[in-house]
Every structure is written in structure tokens, then in C-alpha cells.
């Protein structure tokens, strides 16, 4: 009797074992698959964009933006092969910013860029590479083809509907300012009672006169 309880208490230890050890595996699983899932919802993603500006279409935008859920920092890009315009001092980089401290999520930086005529045929690589953590060595990058001959066919009708709408603010406000200060005066007519009396006398004066000339 006693090697039967000492059998099925041993039987008891290997089952708890067996059992503890697959939670731990189970544990472990879990929690690199919980920290995967939270690497992959909360990283930055940072992508530059070139669009016409909203004020003219000769020209054309760089759009820095971070596209991801969590800050990115110590950003950097470059073009391959680097962007180059005609100028009358020979082949030459436009001026631009290279290289960005922070961008947080959503953040979009506009830099007003060059003319579209001077880079229409321009077809490059861009690469942009950031960190999560400030002054990491470790960068991420993301590498894409830009060809911007693509906007080539690109039209708008009308202006940018934001831009009208400041442009029609500021004239009002011009439009208000110089009233208050006295340079542009309201030109105002102001009529009493018996002015309207006396329209409405000439007017009807002026229409029995005329009708009977047709009469005659």
C-alpha cells in the first residue's frame, strides 16, 4: 500500500513539472509575442514627399513627415544621386535641411524647395534613417524611388480653397484697419422722412408725365 502512494505521489511531482514548464514556455512565448506587437504599433516611420506648393505650382514642397506612432529621432536623408540644378554659376545643390533632431508622430515639417522646371526630369532614390532612442547608434532606414516626371500631367482648378480664404481675411482686416485709422473714409448717404417723400413725388411726377406723351 505504501509503494502505490509513494508511486502516485511521484507521478503527481512529474505531472506538476511537466505542467510547470509548459506555463513557463507559454509565459515566455507570450511575452515576446506582447513585446513584438507593441515594436510594431509603436515605431516611427518617417517618409519625404515632394508635392506643388499651395500658392503656386511652380513650384515644388519637400513634406517631411512622420508617418508612425512613436517619435523619431536624429533624422536624416539623402538622394541618390544628389539633387542638382542649372544656376549661372554652373551645377549646384539646392539649399536644404538634411537632417532633423526630432519628428514626433504625425509631425510634418514643409520646406518651400525650387522651381518645378528645374527638377521635372529628376528621377532619384531617397533614404531616410532615424533612431528611437536620441544619440543611438542603432538607425532604422526606409529606401523608396521617387520620379518626379510623374507630376508631369498634374493640373488644379483654381487656387488652393485655405490660401483664398487667408488672402480674403487679410483684405478684409486691410480693408477694416484703414477705416479705423482715418486713411480711407465710408462713404454713407442718409436719407430722413421727407427726402423719401420727395423721391416718391418726383417718381411718380416723372411716370404720369412720361405716360401721357405715349398717350398722345
Do not use: C
Not at 37 to 61: H, K, Q
Not at 93 to 104: T, V
Not at 106 to 111: D, P, R
Amino acid at each position: 500500500m505504501s509503494d502505490l502512494h509513494a508511486w502516485i505521489e511521484t507521478v503527481g511531482v512529474i505531472v506538476t513539472a511537466l505542467a510547470t514548464i509548459a506555463l513557463a514556455r507559454v509565459t515566455f512565448v507570450l511575452a515576446k509575442e506582447t513585446k513584438r506587437l507593441a515594436d510594431v504599433g509603436e515605431r516611427p516611420n518617417v517618409v519625404i514627399t515632394f508635392e506643388p506648393n499651395r500658392r503656386s505650382m511652380m513650384y515644388l514642397d519637400m513634406i517631411m513627415q512622420n508617418v508612425g506612432t512613436a517619435p523619431a529621432y536624429d533624422v536624416e536623408f539623402v538622394f541618390d544621386p544628389p539633387l542638382e540644378i542649372e544656376t549661372q554659376q554652373g551645377r549646384t545643390q539646392p539649399g536644404m535641411i538634411k537632417k532633423i533632431s526630432i519628428l514626433k508622430p504625425q509631425q510634418l515639417l514643409v520646406a518651400s524647395f525650387v522651381s518645378w522646371a528645374d527638377l521635372r526630369t529628376k528621377a532619384f532614390t531617397t533614404k531616410v534613417s532615424w533612431t528611437r532612442i536620441p544619440n543611438s547608434k542603432k538607425r532604422e532606414d526606409l529606401s523608396y524611388f521617387v520620379d518626379l516626371q510623374l507630376l508631369e500631367g498634374l493640373r488644379r482648378l483654381g487656387g488652393d480653397p485655405q490660401v483664398e480664404m487667408a488672402q480674403a481675411v487679410k483684405k478684409i482686416s486691410d480693408e477694416v484697419g484703414h477705416l479705423g485709422s482715418g486713411f480711407r473714409k465710408l462713404s454713407v448717404n442718409t436719407f430722413s422722412a421727407a427726402d423719401r417723400e420727395k423721391e416718391q413725388r418726383e417718381a411718380e411726377e416723372w411716370y404720369e408725365k412720361n405716360t401721357k406723351k405715349e398717350s398722345d
